[in-house]
T-cell receptor, first 112, second 115 residues
């Protein structure tokens, strides 16, 4: 299983764009990249998933370079409610569910 | 629709007792996962069920931990002879089986405290 490395914490202000980068140097050919968000006392919640290039949904964008050894989660115009822990995972999507290893994640603090 | 449901939400027990934690996955989801999360830490994978296949138990920390999934739906995680280091939040997730796979949907966990 590919190991991921993320910054431990980040600070931002309301209205700013936040980019969180995740390194996964030994990502396998079949691996997808998935990001989750976790608030205190709640389970993680799926944000976005991608394989290569760029993926965008109503919440975030995910940028994946051609070598796929890293990925960047982009949160546009963050608000105080985006303060949470963000996890990057890589795993094989093709098995219909994949055993995953969650790292410590990135703690994002959004200030007023 | 209903999400992943876990019970109890909180459990306090004495060291040495056995505990059972329950997970009701989303209907139709064939993959089910258990994780453990200690305070301020990431999630530690415990066990993974996929359909009728043998579960992947590679994450279970000791033989005091076991899990079963009856009828491909509800799952129970059992911890025997609990120790203080077992105190953590136990999270369950489920996902839909499919060619492309699906992201995991999590419950809000059971907070286990061993006195």
């Amino acid at each position: 299983l590919a190991k991921t490395t993320q910054p431990i914490s980040m600070d931002s202000y309301e209205g700013q764009e936040v980019n969180i980068t995740c390194s996964h140097n030994n990502i396998a050919t079949n691996d997808y990249i998935t990001w989750y968000q976790q608030f205190p006392s709640q389970g993680p919640r799926f944000i976005i998933q991608g394989y290569k290039t760029k993926v965008t949904n109503e919440v975030a964008s995910l940028f994946i370079p051609a070598d796929r050894k890293s990925s960047t989660l982009s949160l546009p115009r963050v608000s105080l409610s985006d303060t949470a822990v963000y996890y990057c995972l890589v795993g094989d999507r093709g098995t219909g569910g994949f055993k995953t290893i969650f790292g410590a994640g990135t703690r994002l603090f959004v200030k007023a | 629709g209903a999400g992943v449901s876990q019970s109890p939400s909180n459990k306090v027990t004495e060291k040495g007792k056995d505990v059972e934690l329950r997970c009701d996955p989303i209907s139709g989801h064939t993959a089910l996962y258990w994780y453990r999360q200690s305070l301020g830490q990431g999630l530690e994978f415990l066990i993974y069920f996929q359909g009728n296949s043998a579960p992947d138990k590679s994450g279970l920390p000791s033989d005091r931990f076991s899990a079963e999934r009856t009828g491909g739906s509800v799952s129970t995680l059992t911890i025997q002879r609990t120790q203080q280091e077992d105190s953590a939040v136990y999270l369950c997730a489920s996902s839909r089986q499919g060619q492309g796979g699906q992201p995991q949907h999590f419950g809000d966990g059971t907070r286990l405290s061993i006195l």
